[in-house]
């Protein structure tokens, strides 16, 4: 089966500041694709172009099998967006805006039923300025929705929403994939990446630096386990750094912090420690390292290019 | 519904939902009429002179300003960028956000017209021509607050172009301030700027003038429509991060100032034209005047001339003598002669009334001594044709001799020539039938019908 997008050797300048450099990736039917990348890292830029907000400099751009730059009119009609910013007038309705943008689309979903399954029923009739973050967000996504794509793009969903509303919008994009579309998010939040998303590629710079669902990028990344150790009194730093495979080792009170790479020799140590010193152990964490810690260890020679919108 | 539609719609009732819109769409025009109703509280129709004016006024500020506002408002909201994610087409959106600034337009000079009725004034008088005249005004100002969208990033530019367009157009454009106050420097200058066509042609239709000669008016009212437009349509951005002054196609710009130069150009042109051409109907007029008979005697033709009965009494006679050139007086008329030779030009009586008078005057003084058979009589015609042949031309000479002819009996005679140096005093009757002869007789010597 074809992929439902493919992106392939694109590359995108501003000047003489090159934001994506042949970059290559495929979306499956069905998928949530993750994008992630510090700021000025290209995603947006990649997002944008494949939406035909920009237009590429080089590369294929594909959707449902259209080129987005040889047809732009009909690949728009299988793409569904939600964007950072829900970008309404302030006067306008909930009502209003899905029947709007639902006349710009050859074939289009009733709004009762979006405002419904977005949980927007009782605000249909309320101006967009009196609406809350969430509720925006909800409508940004009911718009997404209104010509029933193929493809639905989330640019960054979730900021600056609370908890619960962060919560809402995971929902209903854990629906979406439930519902066969397919997904392309984009996202600051690592965690609602490694919760969403069947695969993440990793931009930095213009260019992909990892690729793949988030259990393999942790394992490719090869990163060490942290340990959190309490005890009832402070551990001598020097017996400490004698165990083998701590690394990294910081010491406040009775809390020891390190990362090791061999967990069951570290830990053997460790207990051999606590019984020669007579110390007692009250708590004991150890922890596989995160998506976040995969991602700094990727993009930390990446610094963010500041001024510049990715 | 389809989008053309749906997004019309919710334009207008977007703009009834904005308070601000509201206010400079409806009450500022409204300001404006009341401000001129009461500075020209004394005409006899309530501003019926001043709805060109008005009108102008209010299309000007829902074109210039609230349209690049609201687009460039949306436009730095994000609005227009989601817009383009769909696959609308661009003139559709852009058509349809023109055609419901249009409307709202139009509802602001329907609402002040109903207000002018209101306090007085009387109905226009081609109320189907000011629709049509208002469409044309608002297509011109639409396509230059098209321009202006797209030059401002942000609405405070807007602002700052909008007034740059607006005041002109209003203190020295015609629009605000009566033409004919402005100095002739400001005059020219309006010529470039729509809005004196736009007062021009509305004020026409308003008062009833009709749009006979206003063709230039909408010309270049749509002239300038198109040139908005079409640059308009060439510098549209969708997104506020594209600035304009980094992206490219500005030579569109162009357009806009080539079509108001022209129209300028055009205009002072046509001034130039019409002042010529009022400088020679004048000039034609005075000629035409002045070649028209404005007396009797200047119908006279060449025919009336050779119809007079030249049967005279002969020049040697004793009526009506006349002493050929070339015979010499005798001694003692000398010094009478030369008296007279020497105050007839400053004789008083003979400068006295309009031209043919003074001629049947100056006639007198050889005809007096004649009528009292003076010594000198026959010499003093030659002294009085010489006379006449230095003061008036010979074409209008010999008119006003054949006039005198034909009507002996007109105007007045004198009886006594004393102060000019030849005594005595003759019948007055007498005075008209010598008078008579000699007319004819020097016609008969300026027409070469006998020698002098």
């Known amino acids: 089966m074809p992929s439902q997008v493919?992106?392939?050797?694109?590359?995108?300048?501003?000047?003489?500041?090159?934001?994506?450099?042949?970059?290559?990736?495929?979306?499956?039917?069905?998928?949530?694709?993750?994008?992630?990348?510090?700021?000025?890292?290209?995603?947006?830029?990649?997002?944008?172009?494949?939406?035909?907000?920009?237009?590429?400099?080089?590369?294929?751009?594909?959707?449902?099998?259209?080129?987005?730059?040889?047809?732009?009119?009909?690949?728009?009609?299988?793409?569904?967006?939600?964007?950072?910013?829900?970008?309404?007038?302030?006067?306008?309705?909930?009502?209003e805006a899905l029947k709007l943008f639902g006349s710009l689309y050859p074939t289009r979903v009733a709004p009762e039923i979006l405002l419904e399954r977005f949980s927007l029923t009782e605000k249909a009739d309320l101006p967009f300025d009196s609406l809350s973050g969430g509720q925006r967000q909800r409508l940004s996504l009911a718009l997404a929705f209104v010509?029933?794509?193929?493809?639905?793009?989330?640019?960054?969903?979730?900021?600056?929403?609370?908890?619960?509303?962060?919560?809402?919008?995971?929902?209903?994009?854990?629906?979406?994939?439930?519902?066969?579309?397919?997904?392309?998010?984009?996202?600051?939040?690592?965690?609602?990446?490694?919760?969403?998303?069947?695969?993440?590629?990793?931009?930095?710079?213009?260019?992909?630096?990892a690729l793949g669902t988030p259990a393999e990028l942790i394992a490719r990344a090869g990163v060490k386990q942290s340990c959190t150790v309490l005890t009832t009194k402070p551990l001598p730093r020097g017996l400490l750094t004698k165990a083998t495979g701590v690394e990294g080792l910081e010491l406040e009170g009775n809390t020891a912090r390190f990362q090791t790479a061999d967990p069951p020799g570290t830990l053997a140590g460790l207990a051999a420690l606590l019984a020669s010193e007579r110390i007692e152990l009250v708590d004991l964490h150890l922890r596989k390292a995160s998506l976040e810690e995969v991602f700094l260890s990727l993009t930390h020679t990446a610094a963010p290019r500041e001024g510049l919108s990715s | 519904m389809n989008g053309f539609a749906a997004l019309f719609l919710v334009s207008c009732r977007l703009h009834f939902r904005n308070r601000m819109a509201l206010l400079y769409g409806y009450l500022f025009p409204l300001i404006f009429l009341v401000a001129f109703w009461v500075l020209y509280r004394h005409e006899s129709v309530p501003l019926l002179r001043h709805m060109?004016?008005?009108?102008?006024?209010s299309i000007l500020g829902g074109a210039c300003f609230g349209l690049p506002t609201s687009m460039v408002s949306e436009r730095e909201r994000g609005v227009w960028r989601r817009y383009r994610l769909t696959p609308a087409t661009t003139w559709s959106l852009v058509a349809s956000t023109v055609a419901a600034r249009y409307v709202i337009i139009l509802s602001s000079g329907l609402l002040q017209l109903a207000v002018a009725l209101a306090v007085g004034m009387t109905f226009p008088e081609e109320p189907l021509l000011l629709f049509a005249t208002f469409s044309v005004v608002a297509f011109a100002f639409i396509g230059l607050g098209l321009v202006i969208a797209m030059l401002a990033d942000t609405v405070p530019a807007v602002q700052a172009l909008g007034q740059c367009?607006?005041?002109?157009?209003?203190?020295?454009?015609?629009?605000?301030?009566?033409?004919?106050?402005?100095?002739?420097w400001a005059q020219i200058l309006s010529g470039f700027f729509p809005g004196r066509y736009a007062v021009e042609a509305l004020q026409a239709t308003v008062s009833g003038k009709g749009l006979e000669g206003l063709s230039f008016c909408l010309m270049s009212l749509t002239l300038s429509g198109i040139a908005g437009s079409v640059a308009g349509a060439k510098l549209f951005r969708w997104d506020a991060q594209q600035k304009f002054a980094t992206r490219g196609g500005k030579v569109w710009l162009t357009a806009v100032f080539a079509a108001w130069l022209a129209v300028g150009g055009i205009s002072v042109w046509r001034d130039q034209m019409v002042a010529e051409a009022k400088t020679l109907a004048s000039r034609a007029a005075?000629?035409?005047?002045?070649?028209?008979?404005?007396?009797?005697?200047?119908?006279?033709?060449?025919?009336?001339?050779?119809?007079?009965?030249?049967?005279?009494?002969?020049?040697?006679?004793?009526?009506?003598?006349?002493?050929?050139?070339?015979?010499?007086?005798?001694?003692?008329?000398?010094?009478?002669?030369?008296?007279?030779?020497e105050n007839i030009s400053t004789w008083a009586p003979g400068l006295a009334g309009d031209d043919v008078q003074r001629v049947r005057t100056l006639i007198c003084v050889a005809a007096v001594p004649d009528s009292v058979q003076q010594p000198c009589e026959m010499f003093i015609p030659a002294i009085v044709l010489d006379h006449l042949q230095a003061t008036f031309p010979k074409v209008k000479l010999i008119q006003m001799l054949t006039w005198i002819a034909k009507n002996p009996d007109a105007g007045t005679v004198v009886d006594d020539v004393t102060d000019i140096g030849v005594g005595g005093t003759a019948d007055p009757e007498l005075v008209r039938e010598r008078a008579y002869f000699y007319a004819i007789k020097f016609v008969a010597r300026l027409t070469g019908r006998r020698d002098n």
């Open chain 1, 6 to 95: 493919v992106v392939s050797h694109f590359s995108k300048r501003y000047g003489a500041f090159e934001a994506v450099r042949s970059l290559s990736f495929t979306i499956e039917k069905g998928e949530i694709f993750g994008l992630l990348g510090p700021n000025g890292a290209g995603k947006t830029t990649t997002i944008e172009c494949l939406v035909g907000l920009r237009d590429p400099d080089a590369g294929e751009l594909s959707v449902g099998g259209l080129d987005v730059r040889q047809h732009p009119r009909e690949a728009k009609q299988k793409i569904g967006v939600a964007l950072q910013n829900p970008a309404l007038p302030d006067k306008i309705t909930a009502r």
């Open chain 1, 147 to 209: 010509n029933n794509p193929e493809l639905v793009v989330l640019d960054e969903p979730t900021t600056a929403l609370d908890p619960q509303s962060r919560g809402e919008i995971h929902a209903e994009i854990a629906r979406m994939k439930a519902d066969g579309h397919t997904v392309l998010l984009s996202t600051h939040y690592l965690e609602e990446a490694e919760r969403l998303c069947d695969r993440i590629a990793i931009i930095a710079r213009g260019t992909i630096v």
């Open chain 2, 52 to 57: 060109g004016e008005l009108l102008t006024v």
């Open chain 2, 165 to 184: 367009v607006f005041l002109p157009m209003l203190i020295i454009g015609g629009v605000a301030v009566n033409l004919s106050a402005l100095p002739e």
């Open chain 2, 286 to 341: 005075a000629e035409a005047e002045a070649a028209a008979p404005r007396h009797e005697w200047e119908k006279i033709t060449a025919k009336d001339v050779a119809a007079l009965d030249y049967h005279l009494p002969p020049d040697e006679g004793v009526v009506a003598p006349f002493a050929p050139s070339d015979m010499a007086p005798d001694d003692y008329v000398v010094e009478q002669l030369t008296k007279v030779r």
